[in-house]
């Protein structure tokens, strides 16, 4: 295979056949701005913000969706480039009600940083009135289309990552807007509340109803761990404040999920906040139950344990395990039943 | 699983059996709908027309617990039109005679019959899956919850030996499990016949390995009970002391009112749990436990990726840690473990005593985890099980196998076939979701059946309706859809009201106990 090489930023640089400009530049850590590119999906080259100058041509490109060509002169930050984003950014600023102060993605939107970046003072154009009102109703993701920019990245991610056909793109002109089924709400439609369109949000047009006014992103601790749910094993992002679940997300490029999740491994996450929670060992007396500490209780079951052993052999005792719970967890019940009271009398839910 | 989930977008063709993907384990649906996006084949094998239809190739609507008869008239196709993978067959094999001898008993239009498909749609799925290999076989509860469970997942593997789908990427014989770490609870050997890393217990060389990592002597040498016959012990007093961790049994077993008149004859009952359940309702000692996230620890998944599982609070009120409960109790019995959190547990026992788990340690598996064997250090860890064709008893074998019919069929009385799962906003018996709002998506169960079978005894969409079995009745909601064939009820086990498994019959696989709940004869009525 023939070596294809172009210029980027002033210097040669190797690349593949069918690699766009985008992929190439980010393959040298060359930071091109995309709002509307999405990894792994078709590029719809919609918001043209990762336009680039090409040494011969016309216009400004689209990075996202131009294939890199042998020779290319490309200048991804020329005066040109900026100014044209910096156009495009307060076009989209315009576009709809980005009020900051009011919205959760405060802090971690790439709108937001674009414009703080591009050095946008002011807006110059009318902010566009508002056709379509804020969706509330379900109690899992709220769809306020005053700050939706149309990038697309929703639309995607339910397409063409998930598969789940609920969302696309609706309209045409100043009433467009991404709509689920034929302008339904999403609880109306074919959605299954995985809540990947509002992960792949870059603005504050998606966000988890949850999480709302429970902290900012610059408020939250990541912490990595595994789905409680289902036996794929989902990698997830716990965001918390102040030792609280308040929001999960997907890790991406994770094994095995990729930042993918579904509606109980997104949503699933509070029922160990429940008032409900057992929190206290209790002992049955006289039929009914009551609070005891924790000596009382092991002490009574282990007597009992002991007592039916000596009397009835090792084999009149028997456990379950959880599939739920920590393979540490189930590997010290059965040590109990094995080593402790020697029975193999032990068993869980493999079956269901 | 004998492949991983990474190996789904790059898969060529999928034969998905008994598995309702797309709510069960919803992200390993997308990997798969991706790949058939780009250009992969899916031949999907379920009486009902679940989500995954609309991406099938082939969907064959087979009949509750046909598998078997089946798979066998594919194999004859394979077989007599001389489609097998004969090298795979002759190198890598044994038993290939009897199961030829076996399969040659199910001409295509026999197996059409007893399987309600035509026989030109068996030939075509032979036809098809010879055509492209490997093809990646998923299945899940609906193979192994029959009485004839582990004959349906030998007749998996046979199908995939003989098509030469083994030990190579993107084949494979992959059942889904259902819970998050049922991979795990069994590699930990919270099973009665072996130890940690699947070690037999009848094995005497194991015991010594135990005895002498536990300073223990005298192993018990003899297989333990199975959760089936536990709970007929509590009630002809062979088990006297029962200790349930987590599970709700009261729910999730087949029978309600049998299991419960079980769990209620227990002379002693404890029961440690995150939250009172039906289950806890009968205990005599509670233990509050710590739930997922007030703990660290790992899970195992269902291609045996071994991953970390965090703690971010500390459990509420009084509850205690799992492992802690259990090692206080050997206390008492003058037994001092010396392991004091998860980690020490992983790194200084299971992965010292379990070879297949070796080079696991929580070192290694700070970020993406480790798919078993890792049997040292330097191991990066296994994809795909079997590479090459090595099975680990050395030839893979053919066990040919005869259908059978579920233990319970429609009659005069009892005319429809009711089967069971789950559905995609709950899990289980819903002692989770019912506390995370998402009963908003799936407040109450449904009795799920076909337009033809719900005309025919006047019932609406939406109206309150009788199922009934032999062991019990249950006041439900009509739902009326084209994903139940007529001649089916489908129904979860996620409510307690109108819960599937007042219904359920309470028979189970001879081998493996596990219980048929996808096949029991029910009646509908109009109240
Ligand atoms: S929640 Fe999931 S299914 Fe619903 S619109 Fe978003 S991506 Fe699509
Ligand atoms: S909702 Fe978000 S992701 Fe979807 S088009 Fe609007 S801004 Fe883009
Ligand atoms: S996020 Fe969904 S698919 Fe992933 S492990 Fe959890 S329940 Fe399973």
């Keep these: 295979m023939d070596k294809k090489t172009l210029t980027l930023n002033g210097k040669t640089v190797e690349f593949q056949a069918g690699q766009t400009i985008l992929e190439v530049a980010r393959s040298y850590e060359v930071f091109i701005p995309a709002l509307c590119y999405l990894d792994g ?45 910096r156009l495009t950014i307060e076009l989209l600023l315009a576009s709809g009600e980005h009020n900051c102060i009011t919205c959760e993605k405060s802090g971690d939107c790439m709108l937001q940083n674009l414009a703080y970046s591009y050095g946008v003072d002011a807006i110059r154009f009318p902010v566009a009135p508002q056709p379509h009102p804020t969706e509330m109703m379900n109690p899992f993701i709220i769809r306020d289309f005053s700050r939706c920019i149309l990038c697309g990245r929703c639309v995607q991610a339910c397409q063409e990552v998930q598969v789940n056909r609920a969302i696309s793109y609706g309209y045409r002109g100043p009433t467009a807007k991404i709509i689920a089924g034929c302008d339904k709400t999403y609880d109306e439609s074919d959605c299954v509340f995985c809540g990947q369109c509002v992960q792949v949000c870059p603005v504050g047009a998606l966000v988890e109803k949850k999480a709302r006014f429970k902290g900012r992103a610059k408020d939250l601790d990541l912490v990595r761990t595994t789905c409680p749910y289902c036996g794929v094993g989902c990698q997830l992002w716990l965001h918390v404040k102040d030792g609280t679940i308040v929001k999960v997300t ?17 949503f699933g996450y509070d029922f160990i906040y429940s008032e409900e929670r057992n929190k206290t060992p209790l002992i049955r007396e006289d039929g009914v139950l009551r609070e005891a500490s924790w000596d009382e209780a092991l002490g009574l079951v282990a007597n009992k344990f002991r007592e039916t052993i000596e009397k009835h052999g090792p084999d009149s005792v028997a456990g379950v395990s959880c599939a739920r719970s920590l393979n540490e967890d189930s590997y010290q019940m059965q040590k109990l039943f094995r080593a402790v009271f020697k029975t193999n009398n032990i068993d869980h839910c493999a079956r269901t | 699983m004998t492949n991983s989930f990474g190996e789904f977008s790059k898969a060529r063709m999928f034969f998905v059996i008994g598995s309702n993907m797309t709510e069960a384990h919803p992200v390993a649906a997308t990997f798969l709908k991706n790949a058939v996006m780009n250009g992969a084949k899916l031949i999907l094998v379920d009486p009902r027309r679940q989500p995954l239809a609309d991406f099938a190739d082939i969907h064959v609507q087979i009949k509750v617990g046909s598998d078997i008869a089946f798979l066998n008239g594919v194999m004859n196709v394979l077989i007599n039109e001389d489609l ?87 084949g494979g014989v992959n059942p889904l499990r259902g819970q998050n770490n049922v991979q795990g609870a069994c590699d930990m050997a919270a099973l009665p016949n072996v130890f940690p890393g699947y070690q037999k217990v009848d094995n005497p060389d194991a015991r010594a390995k135990f005895e002498k990592a536990w300073g223990v002597e005298n192993l018990p040498a003899k297989p333990g009970l199975m959760i089936p016959q536990m709970m007929e012990g509590l009630v002809d007093g062979k088990v006297k002391a029962f200790w349930i961790f987590g599970e709700n049994l009261a729910n999730s077993e087949p029978d309600i009112a049998k299991v419960e008149h079980e769990l209620a004859s227990a002379e002693f009952l404890v029961c440690q749990d995150i939250f009172p359940t039906e289950t806890t309702r009968f205990a005599d000692v509670i233990f509050p436990s710590a739930g997922w996230s007030e703990d660290d620890g790992t899970f195992t998944n269902s291609e045996r990726r071994i991953s970390r599982v965090r703690k971010v609070s500390e459990p509420p009120g009084d509850a205690r840690p799992n492992w802690w409960i259990f090692k206080e109790i050997a206390r008492r019995f003058g037994h001092d473990w010396k392991s004091n959190s998860a980690q020490e547990i992983w790194d200084n026992e299971v992965s010292v005593l379990a070879p297949s788990m070796a080079g696991v340690k929580y070192a290694r598996i700070e970020a993406d985890g480790l798919q078993w064997p890792v049997p040292d250090d330097a191991h990066p860890g296994t994809c795909f099980l079997h590479r090459e064709g090595k099975f680990t008893c050395g030839l893979g074998k053919f066990n040919a196998v005869d259908w059978t019919p579920p233990a319970e069929v429609p009659d005069e009385e009892y005319p429809l076939v009711l089967s069971t799962g789950r559905r995609l906003y709950h899990y289980h018996t819903r002692t989770q979701t019912s506390r995370t709002g998402l009963d908003y998506l799936l407040p109450e169960e449904t009795a799920d059946m076909s337009a033809a079978d719900a005309d025919a005894l006047g019932i609406h969409h939406g109206e309150m309706i009788m199922v009934k079995s032999r062991r019990g009745e249950v006041k439900v909601r ?13 129904m979860a086990f996620h409510f307690r009201d109108a819960c599937a498994n007042w219904l359920t019959n309470p028979v189970f696989d001879p081998a493996t106990l596990t219980a048929e709940y996808k096949a029991c004869a029910v009646r509908v009525d109009k109240i």
């Excluded at chain 1, 336009?51 to 200048?75: F, Q, Y």
């Excluded at chain 2, 004969?86 to 239009?109: A, I, R, S």
């Excluded at chain 2, 749609?121 to 609906?142: F, K, Q, W």
């Excluded at chain 2, 009509?478 to 139940?484: F, G, L, R, Y």
Aim: include cysteine; charge should be neutral; glycine fraction near 8%.
């Design chain 2, 84 to 170: 097998y993978d004969k090298k795979f067959v002759e190198n890598c094999t044994e038993g290939f005679e009897e199961l030829k001898l076996k399969v040659m008993d199910y001409p295509p239009e026999k197996a059409a019959e007893i399987a309600g498909v035509s026989a030109d749609v068996i030939r075509d799925v032979a036809r098809t899956m010879a055509e492209t290999r490997p093809s990646m076989l998923c299945y899940t509860l609906g193979i192994t919850e029959h009485t004839c469970g582990k004959n349906n997942v030998m007749s998996t593997a046979n199908l995939q030996m003989l098509l030469g789908n083994m030990g190579v990427e993107c």
């Design chain 1, 41 to 85: 999906c078709t590029a719809t080259g919609a918001c043209r913000i990762c336009v680039v100058e090409v040494k011969g041509a016309r216009s400004l490109i689209a990075s996202c969706s131009t294939p890199a060509e042998n020779g290319m002169d490309i200048c991804t930050d020329s005066d040109r480039v900026r100014k044209s984003r």
């Design chain 1, 250 to 266: 997907g890790v991406e490029d994770a094994q095995p999920n990729k930042g993918r999740l579904c509606v109980k491994g997104r």
């Design chain 2, 478 to 490: 009509a739902n009326i859809t084209h994903q139940v064939p007529p001649g089916m009820v489908w």
